[in-house]
C-alpha cells in the first residue's frame, strides 16, 4: 500500500490523505482476495483431474503452497510479526516501533511466530494416484 502510495504521490488528495489510503488498501486487498480465489479455483481444477504427471520442476509449488497454508493457520499477532520482518523487511528496531514493543520483545514474537509456522502440521494432501 505504501509502495503504491509513493507511486502515486501527486495524485494523493492533500486533505484525505487518510481516505484516500485506506481506500487503497481495501482495493489492494481485494485484489489479493480475487488472486487466492483463483488459486483455489485452479487447485480445485487440477485435483479433479485427475491426471499423474512426472516429477516437474512446478512440484516446488507445493511446498510454497504447503508454506502459504501455514501462514494463514497462524494468529493475526505472528502473521504481522512475520510480515513486519519477512515482506516489509523492517529493521527490528522499526518493526517494534510499529507494534508499540521493545526491540527485545520484537524478537521474542518473532522467533515464536517463526517457531508456530515451522511446527505447524502440513495441510492435508488427496492420496496420488499412479498407474
Not at 19 to 28: D, F, H, K, Q, S
Not at 70 to 79: M, T, V
Not at 92 to 113: E, I, M, W, Y
Request: charged share 30%; proline share 8%; glycine share 6%.
Amino acid at each position: 500500500m505504501f509502495l503504491t502510495a509513493w507511486r502515486r504521490l501527486e495524485e494523493i488528495p492533500r486533505g484525505a490523505v487518510l481516505p484516500w489510503l485506506y481506500a487503497t488498501a481495501r482495493r489492494l486487498l481485494a485484489n489479493v482476495r480475487r488472486a487466492d480465489q483463483r488459486r483455489g479455483n485452479l487447485a480445485e481444477a487440477v485435483a479433479r483431474n485427475g491426471r499423474q504427471y512426472a516429477d516437474d520442476p512446478a512440484d516446488g509449488v507445493a511446498g510454497s503452497l504447503a508454506v502459504a497454508a501455514a501462514f494463514d493457520a497462524l494468529g493475526e499477532r505472528d502473521k504481522e510479526v512475520l510480515r513486519l520482518a519477512l515482506w516489509e523487511e523492517l529493521p527490528a528496531r522499526q518493526a517494534a516501533k510499529v507494534l508499540g514493543c521493545t526491540t527485545a520483545t520484537f524478537h521474542v514474537r518473532l522467533h515464536r511466530a517463526r517457531t508456530r509456522l515451522r511446527t505447524s502440521p502440513p495441510p492435508a494432501r488427496p492420496p496420488r494416484r499412479g498407474p
